[in-house]
T-cell receptor
Framework: KAGVTQTPRYLIKTRGQQVTLSCSPI?????VSWYQQTPGQGLQFLFE???????NKGNFPGRFSGRQFSNSRSEMNVSTLELGDSALYLC?????????????FGPGTRLTVL | QKEVEQNSGPLSVPEGAIASLNCTYS??????FFWYRQYSGKSPELIMS??SNGDKEDGRFTAQLNKASQYVSLLIRDSQPSDSATYLC???????????WGAGTKLIIKP
């Protein structure tokens, strides 16, 4: 079974631009969570989607948004990029809703904001 | 503020010894606890989950949970150089099932 895939793997953007990241979960998984990982802050929860509905949202500004499609694929959008948005963005999929189920992480998208 | 704390390390352990990784959490009502391993440049992968007080063993790995003292630990027996990685502790602290993550402990196994 194919794992979680994320595209693109690397992105370089400038301040003020916007970016869209994509995540395809493991086949059959309906829950997708997004995380931001930085050396200083560790893993920070962004949001979780299940059956096209956002179930949870972390403490991030409204510039960070996401959605999930009927095939469970998910996208994350960051508008008006800031230097501090440079990070590794990870998505994780699980069979059921809620993070008590095992989460399987994708390889991540490395975003650099110049 | 809900927090999960880990010693950032690095924790250096000789090959063949027991590596002990610790994690404390702030919310006494926490129910689910997870240990993930992350190799440099890779994404996290689940090693163990534990939900009840006591020990849970899986091969060379043992997770220990003490809810009264609000800590969870991971023991790695017969440590191997391939165990060198950052170990992340994650705790489910509220009914919204949001995981709170520790910053991770970097473990180095010396041959």
């Amino acid at each position: 079974k194919a794992g979680v895939t994320q595209t693109p793997r690397y992105l370089i953007k400038t301040r003020g631009q916007q970016v869209t990241l994509s995540c395809s979960p493991i086949s059959g998984h309906r829950s997708v969570s997004w995380y931001q990982q930085t050396p200083g802050q560790g893993l920070q929860f962004l949001f979780e989607y299940f059956s096209e509905t956002q179930r949870n949202k972390g403490n991030f500004p409204g510039r960070f948004s996401g959605r999930q499609f009927s095939n469970s694929r998910s996208e994350m959008n960051v508008s008006t990029l800031e230097l501090g948005d440079s990070a590794l963005y990870l998505c994780a999929s699980s069979l059921a809703a809620g993070v008590t189920d095992t989460q399987y992480f994708g390889p991540g998208t490395r975003l650099t904001v110049l | 503020q809900k927090e999960v704390e880990q010693n950032s390390g690095p924790l250096s352990v000789p090959e063949g010894a027991i590596a002990s990784l610790n994690c404390t959490y702030s919310d006494r009502g926490s129910q689910s606890f997870f240990w993930y391993r992350q190799y440099s440049g890779k994404s996290p992968e689940l090693i163990m989950s534990i939900y009840s007080n006591g020990d849970k063993e899986d091969g060379r790995f043992t997770a220990q949970l003490n809810k009264a003292s609000q800590y969870v630990s991971l023991l790695i027996r017969d440590s191997q150089p391939s165990d060198s990685a950052t170990y992340l502790c994650a705790v489910n602290m509220d009914s919204n099932y949001q995981l709170i993550w520790g910053a991770g402990t970097k473990l180095i196994i010396k041959p």
